[in-house]
T-cell receptor, first 112, second 115 residues
Framework: KQEVTQIPAALSVPEGENLVLNCSFT??????LQWFRQDPGKGLTSLLL?????REQTSGRLNASLDKSSGRSTLYIAASQPGDSATYLC???????????FGKGTSLLVTP | GAGVSQTPSNKVTEKGKYVELRCDPI?????LYWYRQSLGQGPEFLIY????????DSGLPNDRFFAVRPEGSVSTLKIQRTERGDSAVYLC?????????????FGEGSRLTVL
């Protein structure tokens, strides 16, 4: 059974710092991995989708990497801003491929 | 519509009552998912529709939960004889790509509180 773990559970950094969020998964036979952002009381917004053939994806200040063999992905946020404060979740497809298994998320607070 | 729309945004009900939650996906998206999210947890898969049919309902916790999508667009999640443990945010998502899990677009959720 695919299990997804995110470390740390919570993180507080001052504005301007670069930071890394970690995601690990138990079954390396995945064909993609997604990172989402969730603001309090809101739904999830897809940030980056990495296909299994890719090693990384970039969008603005965000960079996500994928190492299937070790079952790990990282989300790198450059020059963090208070508006980046949210919960970040990673997800990989379930065995059937139809739906996603999510981690519990990392709650990020960027202080001015 | 422009995004995935879910109604109601909040629902408070008493234990034992029947509840319906509605999801209106992005126009043209054939795949629709229901997830449930408890406080401090990631979303938990409930059911997946491809068109009108439930392609995977393995996440439904028991037979009190049922979902339909009769015309391949709007979906309704139905919960019978609600229990306090059903309290959670119910999220709906849709995607254009179909069978393989592609980029999902989520609604803002329906927060269910069972007293």
């Amino acid at each position: 059974k695919q299990e997804v773990t995110q470390i740390p559970a919570a993180l507080s950094v001052p504005e301007g710092e670069n930071l890394v969020l970690n995601c690990s998964f138990t079954d390396s036979a995945i064909y993609n991995l997604q990172w989402f952002r969730q603001d309090p009381g809101k739904g999830l917004t897809s940030l980056l989708l990495i296909q299994s053939s890719q090693r990384e994806q970039t969008s603005g200040r965000l960079n996500a990497s994928l190492d299937k063999s070790s079952g790990r992905s990282t989300l790198y946020i450059a020059a963090s801003q208070p508006g980046d404060s949210a919960t970040y979740l990673c997800a990989v497809p379930k065995d059937s491929g139809y739906a996603l298994n999510f981690g519990k998320g990392t709650s990020l607070l960027v202080t001015p | 519509g422009a995004g995935v729309s879910q109604t109601p945004s909040n629902k408070v009900t008493e234990k034992g009552k029947y509840v319906e939650l509605r999801c209106d996906p992005i126009s043209g998206h054939t795949a629709l998912y229901w997830y449930r999210q408890s406080l401090g947890q990631g979303p938990e898969f409930l059911i997946y529709f491809q068109g009108t049919g439930a392609a995977d309902d393995s996440g439904l916790p028991n037979d009190r939960f049922f979902a339909v999508r009769p015309e391949g667009s709007v979906s309704t999640l139905k919960i019978q004889r609600t229990e306090r443990g059903d309290s959670a945010v119910y999220l709906c998502a849709s995607t254009l790509s179909g069978a393989l899990a592609g980029e999902l677009f989520f609604g803002e959720g329906s927060r269910l509180t069972v007293l």
